[in-house]
Nanobody, 119 residues
Framework: VQLVESGGGLVQPGGSLRLSCAAS????????LSWHRQAPGKERELVAV????????NYADSVKGRFTISRDNAKNTVYLQMNSLKPEDTAVYYC?????????????WGQGTQVTVSS
């Protein structure tokens, strides 16, 4: 199982970024995927989660109305569109999947992508 994030960078307050997480090594379309973030000195927190078919989506209160999670099961990719970015959105963003490997349930994280919101 591999999760590879991309799309992070430096953006000014009010700007936008689109993160991607390309997945491999498991049957992507069967699993819930989520985005998490960790700011310096803080615990990792859930940002958004999307069900296997995209029919159920939830967001942290801090990003509701600004961030949109989506997925393309044909491309084995989950996205996080981030608009109206604020300095407090600065963090490393991680993709996460909990996968039944056949020999047990395991948690998988990507390597993370840095998002910095600053003028």
């Amino acid at each position: 199982v591999q999760l590879v994030e991309s799309g992070g960078g430096l953006v000014q307050p009010g700007g936008s970024l689109r993160l991607s997480c390309a997945a491999s090594g498991f049957t992507f379309r069967r699993y819930t995927l989520s985005w998490h973030r960790q700011a310096p000195g803080k615990e990792r927190e859930l940002v958004a989660v999307i069900s296997s078919d995209g029919g159920s989506i939830n967001y942290a209160d801090s990003v509701k109305g600004r961030f949109t999670i989506s997925r393309d099961n044909a491309k084995n990719t989950v996205y996080l569109q981030m608009n109206s970015l604020k300095p407090e959105d600065t963090a490393v963003y991680y993709c996460f999947a909990r996968v039944d490997t056949g020999s047990g349930i395991r948690d998988y994280w990507g390597q993370g992508t840095q998002v910095t919101v600053s003028s």
